[in-house]
């Protein structure tokens, strides 16, 4: 089955402590990418990927950091979260870079607590 | 700047009526496209349907149509014979040549009443 999936689901943090979210596509899809959903506020675009070793900041980099070592896996990481970063994050991939025409399919969404 | 507005935070439709969601946009781009998703209650976001600047018919998906006018810049979802399972949020998004990278609107949550 075609799909993005992340891990974990949810994750309860404190302060200060790295973790990783992890995100793959068997899709073979070129262009992936990190949102964080918070209410009101729609989706803002964290980082993103036009293809391996490729990575590009969006709207709100700050706190995080990102690698694309391989296509399929595009890992999110917050090296010391606080709380302003409680949030839903997404990562979404599509099939070409740069084509404003590729549709974007997400993941799951991976909600973090930072306490 | 490119900008994607969604005026109505919510809204409450009786089951089995049409729903029309707004969604204005802006942008100098001549060639753009726009999307909108569905996010339920459970979270994950679905992709619903695209319009392209240069499509010259309305974009239609089983009961969702989008409503496309350029000169108003305004492409609103329209969602025929509303069901209880079309209760969710739904965000309007567009990319552009110059800005391939999805702008989104804020989203509207619709509730669908039995």
């Known amino acids: 089955e075609a799909q993005v999936t992340q891990n974990p689901r949810y994750l309860i943090t404190v302060t200060g402590k790295k973790l990783t979210v992890t995100c793959s596509q068997n899709?073979?899809?070129?262009?992936m990418s990190w949102y964080r959903q918070d209410p009101g506020l729609g989706l803002r675009q964290i980082y993103y990927?036009?293809?391996?070793?490729?990575?590009d900041k969006g709207d709100v980099p700050e706190g995080y950091k990102v690698s694309r070592k391989e296509k399929r896996n595009f890992p999110l990481i917050l090296e010391s979260p606080s709380p302003n970063q409680t949030s839903l994050y997404f990562c979404?991939?599509?099939?070409?870079?740069?084509?404003?025409?590729?549709?974007?399919?997400f993941g799951p969404g991976t909600r973090l607590t930072v306490l | 700047a490119q900008k994607i507005t969604q005026t109505q935070p919510g809204m409450f439709v009786q089951e089995k009526e049409a729903v029309t969601l707004d969604c204005t946009y802006d942008?100098?781009?001549?060639?753009?496209?726009l999307f909108w998703y569905k996010q339920p209650s459970s979270g994950e976001m679905i992709f619903l349907i695209y319009?392209?600047?240069?499509d010259e018919q309305n974009a239609t998906e089983g009961r969702y149509s989008l409503n496309f006018q350029k000169a108003r810049k305004s492409a609103n979802l329209v969602i025929s014979a509303s069901q209880l399972g079309d209760s969710a949020m739904y965000f309007c998004?567009?990319?552009?040549?110059?800005?391939?990278?999805?702008?989104w609107g804020a989203g509207t949550k619709l509730i669908i009443k039995p």
């Open positions: 979404a991939s599509s099939f070409r870079t740069g084509v404003k025409s590729d549709t974007q399919y």
């Open positions: 899709m073979n899809h070129e262009y």
């Open positions: 990927s036009m293809n391996v070793e490729v990575t």
């Open positions: 942008t100098s781009d001549q060639s753009y496209g």
């Open positions: 319009q392209g600047s240069y």
């Open positions: 998004a567009m990319s552009s040549d110059s800005n391939y990278q999805l702008i």
